[in-house]
Each structure stands twice: as structure tokens, then as C-alpha cells.
């Protein structure tokens, strides 16, 4: 779908080509050409301020027609092509990185495997292929999902995402696909198809997310777009939660943000909080929008209405939440036998794990808590997470590789608050006079929810978890990173003339006409892949987000550490 004449006010109208022939010598149609070429820059240049006050009232053109392709120079690619595109290559990638490149001895947990079992048609063919991407935690999930919660220390992985993989695995092997392939091998190239799946909706998400909060389609594709080729891009093909979880959250914002009362809204909110440790914190932003509502329709009846509303999903959330603690209390806080594979008993006995249904007086202590919750443990436990305990010079390496996430969201959101301290102070909760409503664009009324949210993500990565890990929760947890990313590309005015000039200049030099268009629900590549007009610091983020791309995918698929 394409829009006539749209401008978000950050960047040039898009204009469409056309042969000009119109009869006369060509001599006369050089200096028509070059005539036209003066009057279509003073009017490119008068016309932008209309245009921006025009689209912060309203994000939309009201006139949307279904024009035929551009005849342009303009490179558009649809969110879905650009989503499927981006995991393509790094499924490319990984092929050859792992085929050139001799693994690494990370002495990590390797899921065990069955010596006897017989060797599958396909099972060459999916190593091969997708080898690469069974490394570090993948390797929880894909055993996750064949043999369930074995060892206590697959209680830090929460359950949704192998969950969906043994379901669907499990219905396949009935149909005798498994005679083609293992079920390792099966249950890997599941998790790759259904994260290329879950990817392409988070970045529709996003793009509708952010839409709706930056008020600028041209901003929003630019996240988009830096999305699909994010810093922690490995870990969303990789059989990892980020995808998934990437998904269900952008769904959770946009939904409450549009109707937070709705009771669809548990769906993916009890789902994201099954994926990942950190869903908790998307009831924040259901309290949040919840307390906005009610302040902005304050009334007895409403403000029943929204509460008991309210409750509702929060007891269905929690209930949800509850059943999987109380699997895990049942698997390792009672004595009792399971039909575990001798491979799975052995690899137990010979790394010193706790095996479910081997409670003794010393094992899983937990289960004796007031609220038995295992994750806190395990992650004490087994992976030495605690306040500061990160905080060691041989770390400094891990510190350095999550600088770039760290300080873009923590120097954009302490900017962010300083312009908009009284409005931050009040929560944003309160009506804004008519002077502050028209100094505060889109963006700066509806962010501060979420900028607080990337914040309580970064410091609680920072004193609390492997630092490293930052880069990629930001990445799949937070739209902001790539909001602050996309204003460094929209909001410098010497840019944004700058395409101006070289826009025109082109439009004129082609033989343009004065008609211009836009794709809706499709990414312009035609700024982000000119370096030539980029300052040093947009360059510098393009670097950092498309490097870390290859450089992540490179070292993750040998068994090398990363985000």
C-alpha cells in the first residue's frame, strides 16, 4: 500500500519518476528541466515545516491509495521479506562459520545422546546445516524439550518455548517423520522454523509499536530495520527464547496501550511471563496503563469497572505461573521414580547434577522455603548470579562487549528525563497544558514508561546478572534501543537536509515529476544504505548493530563466548 505525498517531517517527500517528453527540442526542455529545478526547491524547502505540523496531529495520511510499483530509485522491501531475509543470513552465515572454523572447548553443558541410536537419513543434513546454532543454552532447550526438567539446573530455562517444541515434535512422530530424522535433529530445525516465525511478528509488532509511539512512520521503519539486524541478532535464530518473548512482549506494550482492559491481553502476557524470567516486569506496564485510564476517566463506576477488571487478569496470569512452579516443587522436592534413559542417569553421575525424583536432606533446599520458588536458587547456584558478584577483573572483557547496549540506553534515557523532568516526576499521569502539549512531541508523551522499563532492565543486568547478557535482553525485552538508535537517523536536522539536497538533486537529474509516494508496512533502504550522507556517529551505530550481527553469529556457532 502506498500513501501520495507523505512527509513525517524528519525526512524528504518521496517523489515518483517519469520520462518527460513532451515535443519540444531538447534544448528547451534543459531549460524547462532547469527552471523546474529552482522552483522545486524552494517549494521542497517552504513546504517541510507544513508538512511536520501536519503529522504530529496525525501519524497517518488520511488519503491512502494503492498506487503501482515506484519506477524510483527508492529500494522498499516489505517488514515480512526483510524479517525472513535477516535470518536467512544468518543462518548462511553460521553454515560457513562453522564449517571453516574449528569449535571451541568451552567445557559447558553438551545435552547427552543416546551413542546406540541409530543414525536418521536427514540427521547429517540438519547438522550440517543448522549445527551451528546448537550452542551454549540451546543445548537446555533442544533437551528440554526430548527428556523434560532432568536436572535441576534446566530450572533457570523457563518452560514455554520447549514446551511448543515437544508438542509439536511429538505430533510429527506420530506421522513417522521421525524415521527420516532424529528427534535432536527434529526439535532443532523446529526451533529455527518457529523462531523465524515468532521474529517476523515482533517485527511487525515493533513497526506497529512504534508507529504508534514515535509518531513517525519514517522512525519506525528505521527500527524496524535495526531490529532485524540487531546487535544480539544470533540468539533470535538460534534455539533461544528472544524471538519468542520479543513477540509476545512488543504485543503486551501495543495492547495496553490501545486497551489495556481487554481479556485477550492475558494471553500473551501469561505466555511471555512462561518464556522468560523477565515477563514479570510486563505487568508494569498493565499497572501503568491501568492507572493512566483511570486518571484520565475518573469516575466511581469506571474506576470499578477497570479494577475488578484488572484483578481478573492478574489472577489468570498468576494462576498460569503458578502451575509451572508447582511442576518443578513436584519434579525435585519428592522422592520418586522417573523412566529417565540411561544415557540422561549417566551423564548425571558423571557431572554431579541433581536428577528429578532424587530429593534427599541436602539437595534442592528450596523446596523448604516459605514460597518455594527454585529459579533464584538455581540461578545462585549454578550460574553464580547475585548482587556484584559479576565484579571481577577477568569479567572486564564481558563488560566491554555489553558497552554499547549499556551506554545507549542509559545516556538516552538520562536525556530523556532531564528534558522532561516534570513530566517524569508526575508519571505522566496528569493532563499537560496547552503549552506543554504542543512543546512534547508524540514520542516524549507516551515514552516514559518504557524508557523507565530499559532502565530497571540495564541497572538490574548491571548489579545483578553476567553483564554480557544485557545486550540481548535489551534486545528482546525493550523497543527502546531501537528508538534511540532510529533518532540519531531522523532527528539531526543537517541530515535530514542534507537527503533533502541529494534527493531533489537526483529527482531533477532523472526527469521527475512532482508526485510522490510512500509504502505503507514496507522499510525504505535507500537512506540507511548510503554511508556517503552519515555523520560518525551514524555510522558508528550502524557498525555496532550490523558487526555485532556477523562477529555474534561467527563466535556463537564455534562455541565461543558472546552476548
Same mark, same amino acid.
Given at each position: ?224 530495520? %535495526? =531490529? $532485524? /539486524?540487531?546487535?544480539?541478532?544470533? !540468539? ?7 524471538? #519468542?518473548?520479543?513477540? &509476545? ?81 513436584? %519434579? =525435585? $522436592? /519428592?522422592?520418586?521414580?522417573?523412566? !529417565? ?7 548425571? #553421575?558423571?557431572?554431579? &547434577? ?210
Amino acid at each position: 500500500m502506498r500513501s501520495e505525498c507523505y512527509n513525517d517531517g524528519t525526512s524528504s517527500p518521496k517523489r515518483r519518476i517519469h520520462a518527460v517528453g513532451n515535443g519540444k527540442s531538447h534544448q528547451q526542455h534543459h531549460v524547462h528541466q532547469h527552471h523546474r529545478q529552482q522552483q522545486h526547491s524552494q517549494h521542497g524547502a517552504d513546504s517541510m515545516h507544513r508538512e511536520t505540523t501536519v503529522h504530529d496531529r496525525n501519524v497517518d495520511s488520511p488519503t491512502m491509495t494503492e498506487l503501482p510499483p515506484s519506477s524510483g530509485s527508492f529500494l522498499h522491501i516489505s517488514i515480512t521479506k526483510l524479517a525472513i531475509g535477516s535470518r536467512l543470513f544468518v543462518i548462511v552465515l553460521q553454515l560457513f562459520a562453522n564449517l571453516l572454523l574449528p569449535d571451541h572447548e568451552a567445557g559447558v553443558f553438551v545435552a547427552p545422546h543416546d551413542k546406540s541410536a541409530p543414525e536418521r537419513p536427514l540427521d547429517a543434513v540438519v547438522r550440517f546445516t543448522l549445527g551451528g546454532l546448537n550452542r551454549w543454552d540451546g543445548q537446555y532447550f533442544l533437551h528440554i524439550a526430548e527428556h523434560g526438567y532432568t536436572y535441576e539446573n534446566a530450572l533457570a530455562f523457563f518452560p514455554l518455548f520447549p514446551f511448543i517444541l515437544k508438542i509439536v515434535s511429538s505430533a510429527l512422530s506420530s506421522y513417522e517423520v521421525v524415521t527420516f530424522v532424529s528427534y535432536r535433529e527434529l526439535s532443532l530445525l523446529l526451533a529455527v522454523l518457529m523462531n523465524v516465525i515468532c521474529f517476523t511478528g515482533a517485527a511487525k509488532a515493533l513497526y506497529r509499536l512504534s508507529k504508534h509511539v514515535l509518531g513517525s512512520q519514517k522512525k519506525a521503519e528505521i527500527a524496524v530495520l %535495526l =531490529f $532485524c /539486524f540487531n546487535p544480539a541478532s544470533i !540468539f533470535f535464530t538460534a534455539p533461544y527464547t528472544e524471538s #519468542l518473548y520479543a513477540w &509476545l512482549s512488543f504485543v503486551v506494550m501495543y495492547q495496553c496501550m490501545e486497551d489495556v482492559t481487554s481479556i485477550f491481553l492475558t494471553i500473551p502476557l501469561s505466555l511471555s511471563i512462561l518464556c522468560r524470567s523477565n515477563g514479570m516486569f510486563n505487568i508494569g506496564f498493565v499497572l501503568y496503563f491501568v492507572v493512566r485510564r483511570i486518571v484520565a476517566q475518573y469516575n466511581f463506576h469506571n474506576i470499578i469497572c477497570i479494577c475488578s477488571r484488572l484483578f481478573s487478569m492478574l489472577i489468570i496470569v498468576l494462576f498460569h505461573y503458578g502451575i509451572a512452579q508447582v511442576y518443578n516443587y513436584y %519434579l =525435585f $522436592c /519428592f522422592v520418586q521414580k522417573f523412566n !529417565f534413559p540411561d544415557h540422561v542417569r549417566e551423564y548425571a #553421575l558423571e557431572h554431579g &547434577l541433581v536428577l528429578a525424583g532424587n530429593k534427599t536432606d541436602d539437595s534442592s533446599p528450596w523446596c523448604t522455603n516459605l514460597l518455594p520458588l527454585s529459579y533464584s536458587y538455581v540461578q545462585s547456584q549454578y550460574w553464580n548470579v547475585g548482587f556484584l558478584r559479576y565484579y571481577e577483573l577477568k569479567q572486564l572483557p564481558n563488560f566491554l562487549l555489553a558497552l554499547p547496549a549499556i551506554y545507549l540506553t542509559l545516556s538516552n534515557s538520562y536525556q530523556y528525563l532531564c528534558e522532561h523532568w516534570d513530566y517524569a516526576v508526575r508519571l505522566g499521569l496528569f493532563r499537560l497544558t496547552k503549552k506543554q502539549h504542543k512543546l512534547m512531541r508524540p514520542y516524549d508523551r507516551f515514552a516514559l514508561v518504557f524508557v523507565v522499563h530499559a532502565l530497571v532492565l540495564t541497572i538490574f543486568s548491571l548489579l545483578f546478572v553476567h553483564v554480557q547478557v544485557t545486550t540481548r535482553l535489551l534486545c528482546a525485552a525493550s523497543p527502546v534501543l531501537y528508538w534511540y538508535t532510529a533518532e540519531y537517523f531522523t532527528g539531526e536536522r543537517t541530515f535530514i537536509k542534507r537527503q533533502v539536497i541529494r534527493k531533489l538533486s537526483k529527482q531533477v537529474k532523472d526527469g521527475e515529476e512532482n508526485s510522490c509516494t510512500h509504502v505503507l508496512n514496507h522499510i525504505e533502504l535507500s537512506d540507511l544504505l548510503d554511508f556517503r550522507w552519515m555523520n560518525g556517529r551514524q555510522q558508528a551505530i550502524l557498525v555496532y548493530f550490523f558487526g555485532y550481527t556477523v562477529v555474534g553469529t561467527v563466535l556463537f556457532s564455534n562455541f565461543y563466548p558472546w552476548t
